[in-house]
């Protein structure tokens, strides 16, 4: 069973006369339950690789299936809906919305839920559950600017949680954080790994990447090599 | 969706609240602009509804011919040289005929002329109107309890007796009861009969343009006038003299229905113009017609005021769209981290329009309000023109009189009108700055700082 399967994966941006191929045909498996680490210097494509992965983007061409569904060719407030349901996002600047308490950001993606439901003592109730989990229990009230970062980003990995998606897409989650704290961080992701989500993070750092079950490392639009050792002999990389 | 509606316009609420200054400045456009389209449409209102309700004071059913001096051309002033006396007007044969018109019901003969009257050392310039006794009924009239107004008998027998209006006779009589007191009419006794209840003016007829006062005037038998002041009315001013010959100054006539009083003055204008082929020096009033015009006047008075209060909107308008704008650049990267979360474009439009739409609504309100105050503002305003601008100018004009006099009426009907307006501008110039934010790339949103 496959969380997601990418065939021939392309993406290419036309900026005037400049044509920029950011991805050029990645074909990759991800299996239900994998805690992927993409890796890869700058501009190698990460980025644009996730924003796919996180039907945020549509490829140029080649195809997507996500959870079984082909979702290349999906309509844009289809992908809205499945970016909702089925994937939960954690960014590197955290990117919580910073006039709402802890509560609320935590709260907001059950607002664009199908349907548009109102918010029951239900989801109040999961979301103190999901809050106390990652140790925010007692900043419900807090507003984001109240908060250290590595607080800020236990609010982030919440909100992903909230709406208990199957996959969670993590932009260099740890890039913006010290050591110890993104050592927290990691153990979080872990043990939601644990629990059978499949986790796709972006980081150029090694001993983060470690603490993954895989590891890829892309340069210039194309997956290079496999492992964590492909990222350490760049000059050699494994072939895929 | 009552629900998701709900919650979209309390996130509204919420982010508007956020930048309390900003959204109350961007509200005061929409609430000027309300404000000023009730006060406006209030003000016409207020004068055409003065102007219809003088016309009604001068009977629905009600037709009258007036005498009016003719224009100063060759032939009149050719007569009037030879005799130095200028005759025209309405004779009394001109009322004989009008009575005999079969849907007529009721008629008065009256002549009018501006004499003093005097009570002991008080007195007081008047309009001596010397009329039959229906003149009371015809224009509405009361007497005041104690009193009565002339009769038949009165006429046959050339009494004279007089009926006093109530503004002359608070000023010939202030502490006394007129009744069965004598005043002097140019050296002529009459006894007061009866004083008559006080009645609002009636509109401008015959080409004046001051209204029918029917305070100051005194009633005498038409027989007594025609004896004892004789067919002439003299001016004697600064060393000139000049005397008109009026038989009539006016005569009224009631038709029985409203039905009848369009086709009735057809056939009263007829019969005065076969007396007066070649001059015209009557006039045919017929307020019914007038009631209409001032309808005409009033949806025109209307429609002009409304659409220079509805710029003010329009500005106010444009002042929305322009923060909206700056809003949701300033809000890219919440739309991108909104839209990562799973909001649909339709989501991000419904958000924006919402804001705009609340902005504007509320400012609706708070117009509403504002222009529901405007009869005390309008209050405060005379006031002021009273005190700095008419203070210095001796007596009133006709025009500062008629500002003086209008109440403004704020119409029920501008009311959900304006807010209607004001919930539109808020969805027509929400709706780009909306669209402008739906349409931002999630990514690139994300991205901007
Ligand atoms: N929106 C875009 N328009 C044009 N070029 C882009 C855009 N996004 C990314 N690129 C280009 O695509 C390539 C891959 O970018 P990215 O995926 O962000 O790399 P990484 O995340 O690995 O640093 C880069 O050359 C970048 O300049
Ligand atoms: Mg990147």
Redesign the pocket.
Known sequence: MYAAQLTELM?T?Y?GDNV?R??RGVTLDIPTGDFLAIM????????????LLGCLDRPSSGKYMLGGVDVSTMSDDKLSGIRNKMIGFIFQSFNLITQYTVLENILLPLQYRQGAPTITSYDEKRCIEIASRVGLAQRLDHRPFQLSGGQQQRVAIARALINDPEIIMADEPTGNLDSVTATEIMQILKDLNAEGRTIIM?THEPDVAIQTKRQIY?KD?LVAGEGIFAYESTAQPVPH | MNTQFFRTVRLAIKSLLLHKLRSGLTMLGIVFGVFSVIAMLAIGEGASSQAQRQVLELGATNIIVRSVKPPDDGENTASSSNSRVLRYGLLEKDYRLLTAIPTITQTTPMREIVKQARYQHRQLNVRIVGCTPEYLTINHLNMAPGGRFLTGHDLDSLENVCVVGSQAAAVLFPYEDPLGKIVQLENQAYQVIGVTNERTASAAIGGSMSGQDYNKDVYIPLTTMKVRFGILNVQRSAGSFSAEQIELSQVTLQVASKEDVISTAEVVRESVERNHPRSKDYAVVVPLELLKQADQIRYIFNFVLGSIAAISLIVGGIGIMNIMLATVTERTREIGIRRALGAKRSDIINQFLTETIVLSGTGGLVGIFLGLMTPVAFTGLKFAVNQFVLSGSSGTSDISRIFLEMQPQVAIWSLPIAFGISVAIGVIFGVYPARSAARL?P??ALRHE
Do not use: C, F
């Open positions: 993406k941006y900026m920029v950011a991805l890869g210097s700058s501009g190698s494509g990460k980025s644009t690789l996730l924003n972006v892309m639009g | 790339d990514i690139e």
